[in-house]
């Protein structure tokens, strides 16, 4: 008997009626089940039991039929059709059964097994190695098993590295660069020298210097002071060129576009350039003739920007400064005007003019940033996590990164190049990627209000939060003793920051113009900006082929780079958790203070006070109640005595387990602080990582 053609649910149609197709995303469940994200935006999931999933896999586009619609509630589906399989590749454990070999998915929701036709010797893959494989037939039964092809042997779980290299190929990227790439990359690097066309200004003979992390390898900023009076500073943020060399249709091109950005998983740097460019033609290096696009500007007393001036430059780099010798230079100079320094960093040999140079930078820094913060910037950045490593590449320690005045000197006089980039570009109106971060969610603002009003955190929970409340919610969350995990949390109501065409201004720093341009050597939206720029420069018409096809393709870049941006901070997240797991493994069986960070429906997560690293405590471990979790106060409470486990609240825990390859460290909880609030609503909530916002 033929099966009835269904309608497929029309655009503005609410609620779904039972027989509607609908397509999108499958999304499976790690345990039992999935559910569909519908295409159209603004459309309710729809659930799928384990029974509807039929041969689909995590991530396919599918089809989904609709076989339960009530008012109220959820939709259930079953797939009726792949129209897209997502995973062409997998990564998995190879264990050899008889003649054949058997691969099965380190993704947990992705519940196949696919089976390769041939038995590989141990020279060839050793017992249990991670793998990646490549589907070579999809079969319709999900029972039956995937046939796959062998591609790569990641290695076996001895081996040093392997947690973070499973953890990039698993997020689908691609470490090595097309040989197409390298050898265009190469060829660029062996040719190229500075070549002074007409219109680029000769800067070479300027006292410029770069400041970068002290193993920092690409350096694509500089900075300069270019004169100073009663009124203000004249100064020079200076960009390596990459839009000079990598053009429109290259391969390199294609590739930095498909990347969109560097990764930077701890132990190692994935390049969106190839080293010869990244590294060397591009990076600002000591003493070494490099082509730049520059950005001057003047600050006066009151840190506003003017006198904003846009050209292509080459410059000659005096010095390569790292953060801390900067740091050191005005520490010293604090301490000679009997200004009390917490550390004792040794003073760099500076040469003079270049410490005058410095010293100037530095007050004009400073203006910036005190006006940025009175037109109402937020304060969104969070302590960061330093992974120290032996000799032997192993973790041997963990701290919260120092925050210095020399980053806040290089961050301010970026975030003002950006601006002033921006504002010119918007002025003459071309077409461009902007950097935008819309307005907090009100309602998830009204829904953290208890859980940081309970901390004695002020957070009014009504609508219309100003800016001034929510900067006050965060310097008091800076002082409590669980004060990141509390910034963390309330940063979460954030939206994120993203790219696309249409401005509508960055509410984090406050800024009715953004863009990025200061790092075009790591992102692709910076390369983007730098050639609409070159196209201003030249007085290129708006109505000409290039700026046309350009502007077109812009909302398709926007989101495409917003995507691969958030893929690389997930791994780069994930890369600190493992290693971080990975040293703790030392410490099972110890007990530690710590607050809890986070909570969901199955328990809560716990950071510990002493390591920057999170363990999850499972409710059901907790046996002198019976605890019902309140997902409005995000907090669990016990039926009858009344205790409860909140965010912020302190702990102590013993380590009980770690499974590095998992991120998994299990706790149990010894002791905690208890108190009693009125009842609420039960349900379920989830832990995320909070969103960057520059």
Not at 6 to 32: K, N
Not at 43 to 53: A, F, K, N
Not at 240 to 256: L, Y
Not at 363 to 376: I, V, Y
């Amino acid at each position: 008997m033929a099966r009835p053609v269904r309608r497929p649910v029309q655009t503005g149609e609410m609620p779904y009626g039972r027989g509607d197709t609908v397509v999108g995303i499958f999304q499976a469940s790690a345990r039992r089940g999935a559910y569909l994200v519908p295409e159209t935006a603004g459309w309710s999931d729809i659930r799928i039991p384990p029974t509807g999933m039929g041969a689909a896999l995590h991530g396919d586009r599918v089809e989904v039929e609709v076989f339960k619609a009530k008012p109220g509630r959820q939709p259930s589906g079953h797939v009726v059709k792949i129209l897209h399989h997502a995973n062409k590749q997998i990564l998995g454990k190879l264990v050899r059964a008889g003649k054949y070999c058997t691969v099965f998915p380190k993704n947990k929701r992705i519940h196949r097994i696919i089976q390769i036709p041939r038995r590989f010797d141990l020279e060839e893959v050793p017992e249990e190695a991670w793998v990646i494989v490549e589907v070579k037939h999809w079969t319709e039964r999900p029972e039956e098993p995937l046939t796959g092809k062998l591609v790569e042997v990641l290695g076996t779980e001895e081996e040093k590295g392997l947690p973070i290299l499973l953890l990039v190929r698993e997020g689908g990227v691609a470490i090595e660069f097309s040989k197409e790439a390298e050898a265009e990359a190469h060829a660029l690097d062996k040719a190229a020298a500075p070549h002074m066309e007409k219109g680029r200004r000769d800067l070479r003979h300027e006292r410029v210097c770069t400041i970068d992390p002290a193993t920092a390898k690409d350096f694509d900023d500089a900075i300069s002071l270019h004169g100073v009076d009663e009124h203000g500073w004249k100064i020079g943020v200076h960009i390596a060129d990459v839009s000079h060399f990598v053009k429109p249709g290259m391969a390199i091109d294609d590739e930095a576009y498909e990347r969109a950005t560097s990764i930077y998983p701890v132990d190692r740097v994935i390049p969106m350039l190839p080293e010869a460019l990244s590294n060397r033609l591009c990076s600002l290096r000591q003493n070494e003739d490099k082509l730049t696009m520059t950005a001057f500007f003047t600050v006066d007393r009151h840190g506003a920007v003017r006198d904003v001036d846009l050209c292509n430059s080459a410059i000659r780099s005096r010095r390569r400064f790292a953060y801390e010798e900067v740091q050191g230079l005005f520490d010293a100079v604090d301490r000679e005007a009997g200004i009390k320094v917490e550390a004792e960093r040794p003073r760099p040999v500076v040469e003079p003019d270049l410490e005058h140079d410095l010293l100037h930078i530095r007050e004009a820094a400073r203006a910036l940033r005190r006006a940025r913060f009175n037109r109402g910037a937020l304060n969104l950045e969070l302590p960061e996590t330093e992974i120290l490593f032996d000799a032997d590449g192993r973790v041997c320690d963990l701290r919260r990164r120092e925050h210095f005045e020399a980053h806040e000197l290089v961050e301010e006089l970026m975030i003002a190049a950006n601006e002033a980039v921006a504002r010119e570009l918007e002025r003459r109106g071309y077409p461009t990627l902007y950097r935008v971060h819309d307005e907090p969610d009100e309602s998830k603002l009204r829904m953290v209000g208890p859980v940081l009003g309970r901390l004695g955190i002020p957070l009014p929970a009504r609508g219309g939060i100003s800016r001034e409340e929510l900067q006050r919610a965060l310097e008091a969350a800076h002082k409590h003793p669980a004060g990141t995990i509390i910034q963390r949390w309330l940063l979460r109501t954030m939206m994120r920051a993203k790219y696309q065409p249409e401005n509508v201004g960055h509410f984090g720093l406050a800024s009715k113009s953004y863009l990025h341009f200061t790092s075009p050597i790591r992102r692709y939206p910076d390369l983007v900006v730098h050639r609409v720029v070159k196209a201003m420069l030249a007085k290129e018409s708006m109505d000409s082929e290039t700026m046309i096809e350009l502007a077109a393709k812009l909302p398709l870049w926007g989101r495409h780079t917003s995507q691969r941006e958030e893929r690389s901070q997930r791994i780069e997240w994930d890369a600190e958790e493992l290693l971080g797991l990975e040293f703790m493994r030392r410490y099972i069986g110890d007990i530690f203070d710590g607050f809890i960070s986070g909570t969901m429906g199955a328990g809560f997560f716990v950071e510990l006070s002493e390591w920057p690293v999170e363990g999850f405590v499972p409710i059901r471990q907790v046996d002198d109640d019976y605890y019902e979790f309140d997902d409005q106060l995000q907090l669990w409470r016990g039926r009858r005595t009344g205790r409860v486990y909140s965010i912020g609240d302190p702990v102590t825990v013993l380590i009980e387990r770690i499974d590095v390859l998992a991120g998994q460290m299990d706790l149990v909880l010894l002791k905690r602080k208890t108190t009693k609030r009125t009842s609420g609503k039960t349900g379920r909530g989830k832990k995320e990582r909070p969103r960057r916002s520059h």
